[in-house]
């Protein structure tokens, strides 16, 4: 029987509830053999994030290399990639091992403000990266900057997948985490169609590595084959699980918790 596997090119959050570490662990709860490329260290917990500490752009590249040319990836998820350099090298990785399945979480502001992509690289990344992905995820306020439109109605959240469609990305994705009122609406463009995926707002202030997490169970989905849609089906139930079970650690945005889709599994 063959493993799945996946790889994360992401930042490390020292305080475990994104980046590289959220990714890691959803890879494994989703029973997918987890890799990693790390493009930059974070100084952060659940207060914020404290300070940036880029990677050079070649210690993403080469660690993607290694992984690659040994261990050989079914499905990958990119996350905080903080400059041009480190994006333009990331892609050349990714197109020249001919990756299909390619998961862009991009991530643009944490949370608590801090900047985790430079200004001048989102540019770079609708340029070299847009075009290699199976799948973008974008968070209201990074779909607005993708896209270049305000959104404050469906109709505008409709018409900036499309925008962002035209950059290359075979599915859209625009989370609704953002949204006020009862409901979260994650919208689906496929190119073609669009699908509002509904669910019940959880009101908790823990919801930090939301993103990277959901973006993560996609990537571990497309590992071990599921289609795009049953990809994002399965990674919208593994985050609700997540935002619902608390684990109520640190003092600002908690992380969330990672065990409890599997754990709810084992209980039925
Ligand atoms: N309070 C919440 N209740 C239920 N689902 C949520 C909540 N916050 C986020 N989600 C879900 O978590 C996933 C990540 O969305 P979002 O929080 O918008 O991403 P990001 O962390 O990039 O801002 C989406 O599937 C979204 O619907
Ligand atoms: C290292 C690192 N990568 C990504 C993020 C942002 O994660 P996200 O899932 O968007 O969650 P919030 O920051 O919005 O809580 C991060 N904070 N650190």
């Not at 018409?159 to 625009?174: F, L, N, P, S, Y």
């Not at 985050?239 to 990672?258: F, K, S, V, W, Y």
Request: hydrophobic residues 45%; proline residues 3%.
């Amino acid at each position: 029987m063959s493993i799945p596997r996946a790889l994360t090119i992401a930042g490390s959050d020292s305080g475990g509830g994104a980046g590289i570490q959220a990714d890691l662990k959803t890879f494994q709860e989703l029973d997918v053999f987890g890799m990693s490329a790390i493009t930059a260290i974070t100084v952060q917990n659940t207060l914020g994030v404290e300070k940036v500490y880029p990677l050079p752009p070649e210690a993403s590249a080469e660690q993607i290399r290694a992984v690659g040319s040994d261990i050989g990836v079914d499905a990958l998820k990119t996350g905080m990639l903080f400059n041009a350099e480190i994006i333009e090298l990331v892609a050349r990785q990714i197109a020249s091992f001919g990756w299909r399945n390619v998961v862009v979480d991009p991530v643009m502001i944490a949370k608590g403000g801090a900047s985790l992509l430079l200004t001048e690289a989102i540019q770079a990344m609708k340029e070299h990266l847009l075009p290699l992905a199976l799948i973008v995820t974008p968070n209201i306020p990074e779909a607005e900057v993708l896209s270049g439109i305000q959104i404050r109605t469906m109709e505008d959240r409709r018409e900036a997948a499309k925008r962002i469609a035209e950059h290359g990305a075979r599915t859209v994705v625009i989370k609704g985490g953002h949204d006020q009122g009862d409901r979260v609406i994650d919208l689906l463009y496929d190119g073609s169609a669009f699908t509002g995926l509904a669910g019940r707002r959880i009101e908790t202030k823990h919801t930090h590595g939301t993103g990277c997490t959901f973006s993560a169970a996609i990537a571990a989905g497309l590992a071990k084959g599921l289609t795009v849609e049953r990809a994002v089906e399965e990674a919208r139930a593994f985050i609700q699980a997540a935002i619902e079970d608390t684990l109520e650690l640190g003092r600002g945005h908690g992380p969330t918790n990672h065990w409890a889709y599997c754990r709810r599994r084992v209980q039925v």
